[in-house]
Structure formats: structure tokens, C-alpha cells
Nanobody, 115 residues
Framework: VQLQASGGGQVEPGGSLRLSCTDS????????MAWFRQAPGTEREFVAA???????NYADSVKGRFTISRDNAKVTVHLQMNSLKSEDTAAYYC??????????WGQGTLVTVSS
């Protein structure tokens, strides 16, 4: 598995989770990385991205609640998710921002927000 995401689980609304994703190929360490998510019956959507300088951008739906960060030495990207809502329930994936640079999608990590 080239992209391994972890850290998902079930949490109540308002709770927090921290996701991590490691690139075993180390090919993505020098390019912009992003988190995406896909809820059942929907298309995969952009969540957050970070470039190699640490600049970030977020989908409007997660601004102020999620924080993306990266550790280039460990070729790992993280997603700190706070104030989780039921609509955040999805499988979360990481990959390159640029479609031409992407590795095969991994299995992702499932986040379920429910009471």
C-alpha cells in the first residue's frame, strides 16, 4: 500500500480526531498534498491542502475546524479535525493535489460522527 491513512473512528458530534497519512514511496514529499473525503453515495471531495512551505487552504465546510499539517521528514500529512459534525462522516484519503501526480488511492480511513 503506497498511501496509508489512519486515525479514523467513531466520535460524537463536537468531538475531535487526528488523521495521519504516510506515503511509502516518498514521491509526494516535495509536492502539495491534500486530504479528500467521500461519503456514501457521493463523489470524492477536496477537504484541505498544504504545499511544501506549509501554506494551507481548506474547503469552506471545514474552515476553522480542521487543520492540515505535514512532516516532510516522515513523508506524513496530518489532519486535525475539531468540532466534528455528522456531515463530516466519510472515508478520508490523502493524495497529491495535482491529479497528474497522484498515486493510486489507498483504502482511506473511516470517520463516523454520531451520537
Amino acid at each position: 500500500v503506497q498511501l496509508q491513512a489512519s486515525g479514523g473512528g467513531q466520535v460524537e458530534p463536537g468531538g475531535s480526531l487526528r488523521l495521519s497519512c504516510t506515503d511509502s514511496t516518498e514521491r509526494l514529499s516535495r509536492i502539495s498534498m491534500a486530504w479528500f473525503r467521500q461519503a456514501p453515495g457521493t463523489e470524492r471531495e477536496f477537504v484541505a491542502a498544504t504545499n511544501t512551505d506549509g501554506d494551507t487552504n481548506y474547503a469552506d465546510s471545514v474552515k476553522g475546524r480542521f487543520t492540515i499539517s505535514r512532516d516532510n521528514a516522515k513523508v506524513t500529512v496530518h489532519l486535525q479535525m475539531n468540532s466534528l459534525k455528522s456531515e463530516d462522516t466519510a472515508a478520508y484519503y490523502c493524495n497529491a493535489v495535482a491529479p497528474s501526480r497522484r498515486l493510486p488511492w489507498g483504502q482511506g480511513t473511516l470517520v463516523t460522527v454520531s451520537s
